[in-house]
């Protein structure tokens, strides 16, 4: 199972419970695919980018194959008016919304969820090096 394919199969889950259409998670990471793909593909995109562990563009073209992060862009554009570029265009297919209240009971709300920073990284750094130099560490 590849790094993110439980977070794939996650919106997949929550894309069939919506429209009753069920997608894999190796259909969706194909190179092809018709109208109804593609939107499955939007839906996981905004998926991703709406959980609060904050994938990148990039980390998100990677997770579905897509040559790079302009068709990730695109994607939310079309999925949820990412940036508002395409409303002149096109309807966004979902809310940001939609993507919020699904996350909420599976991540709790995005404010609260434990972010590490450097100053605590160093510090358990610190102190785990500290107890491998003086045979205190957990094996000890």
Same mark, same amino acid.
């Given at each position: 199972m590849s790094l993110y394919e439980r977070h794939i199969k996650a919106a997949l @889950?929550?894309?069939?419970?919506?429209?009753?259409?069920?997608y894999t998670y190796d259909c969706i990471?194909? #190179?092809? =695919? @018709?109208?109804?793909?593609?939107?499955?593909r939007?839906?996981?995109?905004?998926?991703?980018?709406?959980? #609060?562990? =904050?994938f990148s563009m990039p980390q998100m073209a990677r997770m579905v194959r897509f040559d790079n992060h302009t068709s990730v862009l695109y994607a939310l554009r079309r999925?949820?008016?990412h940036d508002g570029a395409?409303?002149?265009k096109y309807e966004?297919?979902?809310s940001k919304k939609l993507?919020?209240?699904?996350?909420?009971?599976?991540?709790g709300n995005p404010a609260t969820v434990?972010?590490?920073?450097?100053?605590?990284i160093r510090t358990i750094g610190a102190r785990n090096m500290a107890a491998m130099r003086t045979g205190g560490g957990i094996a000890a």
């Open positions: @889950g929550h894309y069939q419970e919506m429209t009753g259409k069920e990471r194909t #190179p092809y =695919g @018709g109208r109804g793909l593609s939107k499955a939007y839906f996981v995109l905004c998926y991703l980018q709406a959980m #609060p562990q =904050g999925g949820h008016g395409l409303l002149h966004p297919h979902w993507f919020q209240d699904l996350l909420n009971p599976v991540c434990h972010r590490p920073n450097w100053a605590d």
